[in-house]
């Protein structure tokens, strides 16, 4: 799930921030007033200085030259999800945006990175009610299992039913690969079971998530029944991958012959 860079709607939100800051300078500039003065009270840089790092992170995804901002001490994403930070706090002082569904949804999953959960939650509390929506509670359901926090997670999820909230896979999905990378079979099953009940289509990642976890668990059995039931589906296409997943079950069992066979299959997959 972490694959992807920007989660619910942080993308637009980072965007729409970065727009918010060059109408304000140029409104600023249009005016002969010095842009110089609006400083980082905390180290003393110019936020025109954190605007061209924030322009280089939305396409680049990296922070261009970690001295030019002292306070990125840290590398990778935590610099980059802290230069987003400063740059969106100061832009709720300077202007006030109008806010997508979405949007929101990317500035909670923003705090969550940087300031942390509890201050998520309070922000949720905060959101005017117009924009409590799928995406919103997406974003904080996300985070928390991200973080591994399973009571919590678990809350959201109920929640999110309640609300009618969690009618497409996208819930069911950040569950399932928080249950998978616990080892929790049984509340994987009993959800997956669940989605075939509401008629809740599984697409790529729930097959993906499942497959994992019975080849982690060396469930051989389960692991034959999903891969049939997955070739049978004309919905989803199988790559490459999968079978390397199920020749990696084989092998933690000691079915080598077996794995042999399916290492074959993604070798051939893989040039289709």
């Known amino acids: 799930m972490e694959a992807s860079v920007f ?20 409104n600023k500039n249009s005016q002969g007033r010095d842009c110089s003065t609006d400083r980082d009270l905390r180290t003393g840089i110019p936020f025109s200085g954190y605007m061209m790092i924030a322009d280089h992170i939305v396409y680049d995804w990296q922070c261009p030259d970690p001295t030019l901002c002292p306070t990125c001490t840290a590398t990778g994403s935590t ?12 832009m709720s002082e300077k202007i006030s945006l109008d806010l997508s569904p979405g949007e929101a949804a990317g500035r909670l999953d923003l705090i969550s990175k940087v300031p942390g959960l509890e201050q998520a939650e309070k922000y949720l509390s905060n959101i005017p009610v117009t924009l409590v929506g799928v995406p919103v509670y997406g974003a ?5 299992a991200h973080a591994r926090n399973l009571e919590k997670t678990e809350a959201i999820m109920q929640k999110m039913r309640e609300l009618g909230f969690a009618k497409r896979g996208l819930p069911y999905n950040v ?21 075939e009940e509401k008629g809740i289509t599984w697409d790529k990642f ?42 990696n079950g084989y092998l933690r069992a000691g079915a080598v012959e077996k794995a042999s066979s399916m290492l074959k299959e993604s070798e051939h997959q893989s040039i289709l």
């Open 206 to 247: 729930t097959y993906n998530t499942r497959l994992n976890a019975y080849a982690n668990a060396s469930d051989l059995g389960g692991m034959e029944k999903l891969l049939m039931k997955m070739e049978a589906d004309p919905e989803v296409t199988i790559d490459w991958k999968a079978y390397v997943v199920v020749a």
């Open 140 to 144: 904080l359901l996300n985070c928390f």
């Open 175 to 195: 569950m399932l690969k928080l249950y998978s990378d616990m080892g929790n079979l049984e509340k994987l099953d009993s959800l997956t079971q669940e989605m």
């Open 7 to 26: 989660h619910f709607g942080s993308m637009e939100f980072c965007r729409k921030n970065l727009v918010g800051c060059e109408q304000y300078f140029r």
């Open 79 to 90: 610099a980059v999800w802290l230069c987003w930070w400063i740059v969106s706090e100061w």
